[in-house]
């Protein structure tokens, strides 16, 4: 595998159901990111961890919970969804937090609906 | 705070025609400016990175330039193909974990 890879590729949960989104990135990166994309608005930043450590909160609702094993994985683990929490999230790694070389990489996603 | 725009939200063009998308930003602080494209339902593919103190950067039919000045980007297609067809997305990066995405345009390109 190579790049950042994201499993499932589609989920389709109730709202009383605990479901855990995996992101696994391969490209030695110290940082990675959680991301919202839905229709016909701006990706949103959810979290970063830098170093396994989390750094940003973007005042995201608790029913999200990441997780951060180790510097190559992390998870989203989700209980209590909404409807409008429907969308496309993104993982996205880097090698530096910060400076103008910062460039991110993206996997493919996972296409979750809430029913 | 930054917002990031891009316009047209949408273009079709036919194929062969060279093109060119715009982003623009409200604050000219930024470390880089990075394009994306993103295909339906797919995640985003890096196509170029801008850092604050380049004007363009190039990688084969694509053209990213930057003027921080006028909080300007754009993006050049030389001789469009129907497979560059997707969305296209810019996004401006001030540190502090800080990515601000546009809304993308999404592009056709006819054969």
């Known amino acids: 595998e190579t790049g950042v890879t994201q499993t499932p590729r589609h989920l389709v949960m109730g709202m009383t159901n605990k479901k855990s989104l995996k992101c696994e990135q391969h490209?030695?990166?110290?940082?990675m990111y959680w991301y919202k994309q839905s229709a016909k608005k701006p990706l949103e930043l959810m979290f970063v961890y830098s170093l396994e450590e989390r750094v940003e909160n973007n005042s995201v609702p608790s029913r999200f919970s990441p997780e951060c094993p180790n510097s190559s994985h992390l998870f989203l683990h989700l209980h209590t969804l909404q409807p409008e929490d429907s969308a496309l999230y993104l993982c996205?790694?880097?090698?530096?937090?910060?400076?103008?070389?910062?460039?991110?990489?993206f996997g493919p996603g996972t296409r979750l609906t809430v029913l | 705070k930054q917002e990031v725009t891009q316009i047209p939200a949408a273009l079709s063009v036919p194929e062969g025609e060279n093109l060119v998308l715009n982003c623009s930003f409200t604050d000219s602080a930024i470390y880089n400016l990075q394009w994306f494209r993103q295909d339906p339902g797919k995640g985003l593919t890096s196509l170029l990175l801008i850092q604050s103190s380049q004007r363009e950067q190039t990688s084969g039919r694509l053209n990213a330039s930057l003027d921080k000045s006028s909080g300007r980007s754009t993006l050049y297609i030389a001789a469009s193909q129907p497979g560059d067809s997707a969305t296209y997305l810019c996004a401006s990066y001030s540190g502090t974990y800080k990515y601000i995405f546009g809304t993308g345009t999404r592009l056709k390109v006819l054969a």
């Open positions: 490209l030695g990166h110290n940082a």
């Open positions: 996205a790694s880097s090698q530096v937090v910060a400076g103008p070389h910062n460039e991110q990489f």
